[in-house]
Nanobody
Framework: QVQLVESGGDLVQPGGSLRLSCLASGGRGRIYAMGWYRQALGKQRELVASITNGGTPTYAYSVKGRFTISQDNAKTTVYLQMTSLKDEDTAVYYC???????????WGQGTQVTVSL
C-alpha cells in the first residue's frame, strides 16, 4: 500500500524560502502524477503544483514563478521549492498522487507552512 509522507513545513518570514518533500513509501503502485495541494484555514483545498511521470509540471497562477515542483529519478519523492513566500501562502500543504489502479489517488497527512513575521 502506497503511503505519502510529507516533511519540510515550518514557520518562515515573508520573502523567505522553504522546501517541502513527499516520499511515496511502500512502492509507487501505478502512480502517474504527483502534486501538492494546500488548504488555508476556512478555505477550500486547492491545487498548488503537479508533475507527471514524464516531468511535465503544472502550477497554480498564484505560485507561478515562485514555486518549483520536481521529482527524483526514481519518482518516489516529489519536492516543492517555495520562494518569495507571502502571508497568503500560509496553509496546510498536502501531497497527492494519482494512481491508475484502485484507489485512484493517495493523500499525505499534511504539513503546516506558516508565513509570518
Amino acid at each position: 500500500q502506497v503511503q505519502l509522507v510529507e516533511s519540510g513545513g515550518d514557520l518562515v518570514q515573508p520573502g523567505g524560502s522553504l522546501r517541502l518533500s513527499c516520499l511515496a513509501s511502500g512502492g509507487r503502485g501505478r502512480i502517474y502524477a504527483m502534486g501538492w495541494y494546500r488548504q488555508a484555514l476556512g478555505k477550500q483545498r486547492e491545487l498548488v503544483a503537479s508533475i507527471t511521470n514524464g516531468g511535465t509540471p503544472t502550477y497554480a497562477y498564484s505560485v507561478k514563478g515562485r514555486f518549483t515542483i520536481s521529482q527524483d529519478n526514481a519518482k518516489t519523492t516529489v519536492y516543492l521549492q517555495m520562494t518569495s513566500l507571502k502571508d497568503e501562502d500560509t496553509a496546510v500543504y498536502y501531497c497527492n498522487a494519482l494512481n491508475f489502479g484502485t484507489p485512484s489517488e493517495y493523500w499525505g497527512q499534511g504539513t503546516q507552512v506558516t508565513v509570518s513575521l
